[in-house]
Nanobody, 117 residues
Framework: QVTLVESGGGLVQPGGSLRLSCVAS????????INWYRQAPGKERELVAG??????LNYGESVLGRFTISRDSASTVYLQMNSLEPEDTGLYLC????????????WGQGTQVTVSS
């Protein structure tokens, strides 16, 4: 079992920045990757960025060059978001993929990001 807690969301003006945090607890040794998704009203959930335990990175096309995912421990992942646009508004969720006794996914509750003037 892995529990994820996101934080760092809020209201920001276009062009501004935010840094989101995702802290994992539980069987963190079994985590293969941690990924950020976002869910906007009326839209499908989309991948924003992901990082594996070996450091491989993956980004959604719409955030390339603006967002950066990083990790400072096995349990904490950050998403630095720069040059925010109104289209970045949504609920940002953290997902962990584990490989202990099969492949499983765990989701956090999310943190809301609103980009508006």
């Amino acid at each position: 079992q892995v529990t994820l807690v996101e934080s760092g969301g809020g209201l920001v003006q276009p062009g501004g920045s935010l840094r989101l945090s995702c802290v994992a607890s539980g069987r963190i040794f079994s985590i293969y990757s941690i990924n950020w998704y976002r869910q906007a009203p009326g839209k499908e959930r989309e991948l924003v960025a992901g990082i594996t335990g070996s450091g491989s990175l993956n980004y959604g096309e719409s955030v390339l060059g603006r967002f950066t995912i990083s990790r400072d421990s096995a349990s904490t992942v950050y998403l630095q978001m720069n040059s925010l646009e109104p289209e970045d508004t949504g609920l940002y969720l953290c997902k962990a993929v584990t490989t202990y006794a099969g492949i499983r996914e765990y989701w956090g509750q999310g943190t809301q990001v609103t980009v508006s003037s």
